[in-house]
């Protein structure tokens, strides 16, 4: 963990409430996708754990959602601010058991962390297929971004505005060697009684500190109580009862 100031580059939205932040800072330690960082927004007593979604020496973006008072204020920062962030939390995803072809399924602002992901598969030659999943046509980002890396993505849309209606797992019946979720637990959960392979999920949860200190952000797994933030996000299916 490392606590740094990183200078806005670029603040824009995406969609009517999902925004992306561009930021300059040391990123030495981000060292998997699936982790994140902790934000502390100016006028605001606890930090914001976000998700990182790509990440380079020196540049970090992070996607998130206007959910509260908080990302409101966040989403109105201009370039040339500064903001507090402790990176390098979490632990990740494990990339060694993807095999050659993973399935990559994210739900809402659940799909940041599988970009960096994905461009850590296609960077080791896998060739993963991403399914996205949103409510409507109007909520949808990154779509084009996640097909510019070269590989095949399919978008499920709740209401039928765009691509398969339904959920993610009504696109899931395709060959595939292992999976990597991230979303909301229902959709998670939908995911583990659908899949035919092991896998990882990564958990949404409240979380206090984000680095294990407040044990708000515990859940219970089959070896007992763990922390989302510092034994987590991420979790191997055969680790967690959903």
């Not at 992306?20 to 902790?38: D, H, W, Y």
Request: glycine share 12%; aromatic share 10%; proline share 7%.
């Amino acid at each position: 963990m490392k606590q740094g100031i990183f200078t806005i580059v670029e603040n824009q939205a995406l969609t009517s409430s999902v925004y992306s932040m561009v930021l300059e800072g040391c990123t030495s330690e981000i060292k998997n996708p699936g982790q994140f960082v902790e934000v502390s927004i100016p006028g605001r007593f606890l930090r914001r754990p976000i998700s990182v979604c790509r990440w380079a020496e020196g540049r970090l973006t992070l996607i998130y959602k206007v959910v509260g008072q908080g990302t409101a204020d966040l989403s109105a920062m201009a370039p040339g601010q500064t903001l507090d962030l402790l990176t390098g939390l979490g632990n990740g995803y494990d990339l060694s058991p993807a095999g050659d072809a993973p399935l990559l399924l994210g739900g809402g602002v659940g799909v940041p962390p599988l970009f960096g992901l994905c461009e850590a598969l296609v960077a080791q030659g896998k060739r993963p297929h991403v399914i996205l999943g949103f409510n409507t046509k109007e909520e949808i980002f990154y779509e084009a971004e996640f097909r510019a890396l070269g590989v095949p993505v399919t978008v499920t849309t709740a209401d039928g505005s765009y691509g398969i209606k339904g959920f993610v797992t009504d696109a899931m019946d395709l060959p595939y060697t292992y999976f990597y979720a991230c979303g909301p637990l229902p959709m998670l959960r939908a995911i583990d009684r659908a899949a035919k392979t092991p896998g990882q999920f990564s958990m949404e949860e409240r979380m206090g500190c984000g680095f294990g200190a407040c044990m708000g952000c515990t859940i219970q797994t089959k070896a007992g109580p763990r922390r989302v933030c510092k034994d987590g996000p991420v979790f191997y299916r055969e680790e967690v009862t959903l």
